[in-house]
């Protein structure tokens, strides 16, 4: 005897055949070594002196490794791209909050050329 309230399985749990959520394992295994390479670059600024633009590269290598890994493995590539820009947009405004930070400990003295440091000549 059948009842109105059975369903099948897949009406209940839902069909998510026709919706990949993800990468396959070679997919995965691309965006590691990406990712692999990225910090590769990274740690070479190390060894390597590139001058005035060591420090904004560094960012952007940032910016981009954050982006990828929130893209991927967090599955916001696979979801609205709403969610991924919010994640990219609340990182690049903290990044250039740490950035204006950062220059008022360089270029922002007293015209007189003095700061806060001890110095018996200002």
């Given amino acids: 005897m059948s009842t109105a309230t059975e369903t ?4 209940v749990h839902g069909d998510h055949g026709d919706h990949e959520h ?7 295994i691309k965006v590691a070594l ?3 390479a990225l910090t590769a670059a990274e740690v ?3 060894f390597v002196d590139f001058g005035p633009v060591e420090v904004p590269a560094l960012l952007i290598l940032m910016v981009v490794k954050f982006q990828i890994v ?8 696979f979801d609205n791209k709403l ?3 919010l994640f990219v947009g609340g990182l690049v405004l903290a990044v250039a909050v740490y ?3 950062g220059t008022s400990m360089v270029f ?5 050329g003095c700061d806060l440091s001890p110095n018996p000549s200002c």
């Fill in 99 to 101: 950035a204006a930070m």
């Fill in 34 to 36: 990406l990712l692999g």
């Fill in 108 to 112: 922002w003295t007293d015209p007189a």
């Fill in 70 to 77: 929130v893209a991927y493995f967090m599955h916001l590539r």
């Fill in 22 to 28: 993800g990468l396959s394992d070679f997919g995965y």
């Fill in 83 to 85: 969610f991924t820009w």
């Fill in 44 to 46: 070479m600024t190390y």
């Fill in 8 to 11: 099948a399985p897949e009406e």
